[in-house]
């Protein structure tokens, strides 16, 4: 490949992409440690949530959108939702002939180094924990590890109901949270990108002694290693007048960039509808 | 037309559609009050929830639902969905050959008939209070009559999670209907099809002066009259031998056989995955 055509292909694009906004905490991450990348961001927001169903359909609508932001000619993909980590990430490494990575074995990872008592908890959908794909990462690399998974399926909700500091949120997290406690965690995975919202609460329940793992930043941290080993690195943020950043969703754009607007510092223009179920 | 086509007709199902388990409370109206017909139901699971989606986006689903079930050779369609009754329902009328009835239009009557100081409450998904639709109906018949609707985001997660008696559920009740206290209101619609799991919850909070109506028990008896007034109805109930219900999904068949088990005292024996995108 020449100089030329070797720019051209780093100044593409990342895909970013989730089940709806959640992912946007990844893509916040990214625009804060990889300042010169371009993101396309695709949130599904016409069939959100992926947390609560079966993996045949979250690998399908996970095929659907690859294959969309593969026509926005992105350089890699970042699957930045648990729920298709857990189930599609492995069948669409072999599908897909762009560098792709998933926010499991970051959060994973970064869970290992945090640990001392090697005890560690995962909180995450349904689909996530049923997957039981924490565990088993996590034991391949540290099998002394024990491994306690809670699915917590009323988290996405209250999150997005705006209900982050709640008397109604602290009476669910402590349900949820209660079996990790006693099992005397020292680290607590948030396996869901929705879940860093209500970081305060889970943090206030859990106590000071348990360190709490946000797989977000170290998805990024592992982007920019993967760009770098790749030469895919782009080597200067892009010139006024070129769009840093573009949004596309599967439905209802002006509540998506509500949401949006709250949890980027970064103002979103505007966001795009397309038919995914077309790709 | 010859008798016997006639009868051919008359022995074909009857349509039932919902966003996922919801619209089983009417289909289990229907099999009360209509004990002779058949009912092919499908439940959209790989999308659902369709309350917080908009309007574009729920027309869309509901026409390929409807594809679906015209492939069923079905007599007759009932939007047990009233997200769907409030967008679709319309769109649905002018474009199917096969008469078509929502929850709508039914709940709106009977909290007419209901009320005595005209002032009627109706609480449903964000994008059934966003139609306005239950205020426009009651208004074209019942031009005194002051309406409230008030969206509950929280309650389908919650039912769904089985938290039907719960701490939890009374605060978020007691939250989303505070407003129609103060109001005064003497009759309550349950404007979504997960509510009558809740109803004591909402009948407690509310008191006993309040009338709660259930849409599901309206639309049954409207699709009687219905297949009378049409010569559609069933002049018998089908021999041993064939399958009076049928169930489909877009997605997790297990998962909606648990929870229509414990919404229906007719064991359902199986529901079939089906790929609702291509229709």
């Known amino acids: 490949m020449c100089e030329r055509e070797q720019e051209a292909l780093c100044n593409r694009p990342v895909g970013v992409f989730d089940s709806g906004v959640g992912g946007l905490t990844v893509a916040r991450e990214i625009m804060r440690q990889l300042p010169n990348e371009r ?14 169903k079966s993996r045949e359909t979250i690998i399908k609508f996970s095929r659907q959108i ?14 930045a939702c ?17 560098p792709i990575i998933g926010v499991i074995k970051s959060g994973a990872r970064a869970a290992i180094d945090a640990t001392k008592n090697d005890k560690i908890g995962v909180i995450a959908t349904e ?14 690399h540290h099998p002394d590890a024990a491994v306690l998974g809670k699915a917590c399926p009323l988290f996405v909700p209250l999150v997005e109901e705006g209900l982050w500091e709640d008397p109604v949120t602290d009476e669910i997290a402590g ?21 860093p919202m209500i970081r305060s609460t889970v943090g206030r329940i859990m106590g000071p002694e348990v360190t709490l793992v946000n797989p977000a930043y170290e998805t990024a941290h592992e982007l920019k290693q993967l760009l770098r080993e790749k030469g895919l690195e782009s ?14 969703v599967s439905d209802a754009a002006d509540k998506f960039q509500k949401f949006a607007n709250s949890i980027l510092t970064y103002g979103i223009l505007s966001a795009k509808v397309i038919n995914i179920e077309e790709f």
Do not use: M, W
């Open 39 to 52: 993101i396309v961001y695709f949130g599904d927001t016409a069939r959100v949530p992926y947390g609560n």
């Open 66 to 79: 690859v294959r969309f932001l593969q026509t926005q000619q992105v350089k890699a993909i970042v699957v």
């Open 82 to 98: 648990n729920s298709a980590s857990a189930y599609a990430l492995e069948v669409l490494e072999k599908e897909v002939d762009v």
């Open 127 to 140: 689909a996530t924990i049923g997957s039981g794909i924490y565990n088993r990462y996590i034991k391949e």
């Open 175 to 195: 349900r949820y949270l209660t079996e990790l406690i006693d099992v005397g965690i020292d680290t607590l995975i948030l396996g869901c990108t929705h879940y």
């Open 235 to 248: 080597g200067h943020r892009p010139g006024l007048g070129t769009e840093l950043y573009r949004f596309f």
